[in-house]
């Protein structure tokens, strides 16, 4: 397949698309594919051509072009945007260039804002090309935190408790916002942003101070947050695969190497540990896939994801905590080290990613778009 693979973005989590997407070209190569690289800056430019992931960490761009997608169904992909001897080429002479035309499937390596929430799904939708992960609903639900966990806990799974605070509000009413959240949840509870992911902008409050902090860092990535009881448990995780009938990998743990699994305990830090498979009784391993596999049909996901769990110590009590639509592929991320164990190799499992993207576009290919009144 030639797999158009998109990192980078307007996200607090472009570094880390970054480091996703070198691992997924990676594999995508070992499988036998043809990679197109197409970067997405910070400022919302597409690059291709040149080494788009080598200008985007470094901000030194050679002989990379700028390129947009028409948002319209057709043959030519992704088009040229700056002109060229001071006129913009036809999009026709473009569509044989290597790096600008068509490709078989899009891999959205995208973790954030701008790429894992519906809107650059749209995008593809608009312009029927097939591509990797959930779609418009189920990427917007998986984002929004808030949203998610409602509608979980009104399909009757496990959720911790949490409320929901507004930007406006906490500016306007701080105090007030604050009593309400240790009324509520008391102490510790975390902040966080209700539209972000790899725990930036997540602070753990212990007391009024700390909880004030908090929130006022939780503001600067969204207008709507969320705030969560603190919960004395163990951290599982689990991926899952498919469309209409996904399966569950298996159960894995995390042992932050910081006082929570923040950005540094993630991605800067050697502390943390991942164990796989976790050392849970089998009772409690098939229950949080069976709950994976639940979570991940409620929000309507599809392709891939991972679902992480609160496994409450003392009482043995599961939370489902949160969904990520395109979960993070660096060297140390647990999505491709959960499928490893479960018997899938990174390079098949890059392969079979796609072609789940492949079979979703030809379902939904089989949709009238038309409809005329039969007389």
């Not at 051509?49 to 960490?57: E, F, K, N, V, Y």
């Not at 899009?106 to 701008?114: I, R």
């Not at 090309?129 to 799974?157: C, E, F, H, I, N």
């Amino acid at each position: 397949m030639r797999v158009g693979v998109l990192f980078g973005g307007r996200s607090g989590e472009h570094q880390v698309s970054l480091h996703s997407a070198r691992a997924v070209m990676h594999a995508l190569q070992q499988a036998g594919h043809e990679v197109v690289p197409i970067g997405i800056t910070s400022e919302g430019r597409w690059l291709v051509g040149g080494d788009p992931l080598h200008a985007l960490s470094s901000g030194e761009h050679t002989s990379e072009r700028a390129v947009a997608m028409l948002p319209q169904p057709g043959a030519y992909g992704l088009v040229a945007v700056q002109p060229t001897n001071g006129e913009a080429p036809p999009i026709e002479d473009l569509a044989g260039q290597a790096g600008l035309a068509g490709v078989d499937v899009l891999f959205p390596v995208l973790h954030g804002t701008y790429g894992e929430d519906g809107t650059v799904q749209g995008l593809f939708e608009l312009a029927a090309v097939p591509y990797a992960g959930a779609g418009v609903l189920g990427s917007a639900l998986g984002m929004d935190k808030v949203v998610q966990k409602t509608l979980w806990r009104g399909m009757g799974l496990p959720v911790a408790d949490y409320l929901s605070v507004t930007r406006r509000d906490l500016e306007r009413s701080p105090q007030v916002v604050m009593d309400l959240i240790e009324q509520s949840l008391g102490y510790p509870c975390f902040t966080k942003p209700a539209n972000l992911g790899s725990s930036v902008g997540v602070s753990k409050a212990s007391n009024r101070t700390e909880l004030d902090q908090g929130l006022k860092v939780a503001a600067q990535y969204d207008a709507k947050l969320i705030v969560e009881r603190g919960v004395d448990a163990r951290e599982l995780e689990v991926g899952v695969l498919g469309n209409e009938e996904p399966t569950a990998s298996v159960v894995g743990e995390i042992l932050p190497g910081a006082e929570f699994y923040d950005y540094r305990a993630k991605y800067i830090d050697n502390g943390s540990q991942a164990i796989i498979p976790a050392d849970v009784p089998a009772h409690i391993s098939d229950e949080v896939r069976r709950l994976a596999v639940a979570a991940f049909k409620a929000v309507t996901a599809s392709g891939l994801a991972r679902v992480d769990f609160f496994l409450e110590r003392g009482t043995e009590r599961l939370y489902v905590n949160e969904i990520n639509t395109m979960p993070g592929f660096t060297e140390i991320s647990m999505y491709p080290k959960l499928w490893e164990a479960s018997g899938v190799p990174f390079p098949e499992l890059v392969t079979r990613i796609a072609e789940l993207a492949l079979e979703r576009y030809q379902e939904r290919s089989r949709n009238r778009t038309t409809y005329a009144v039969e007389e």
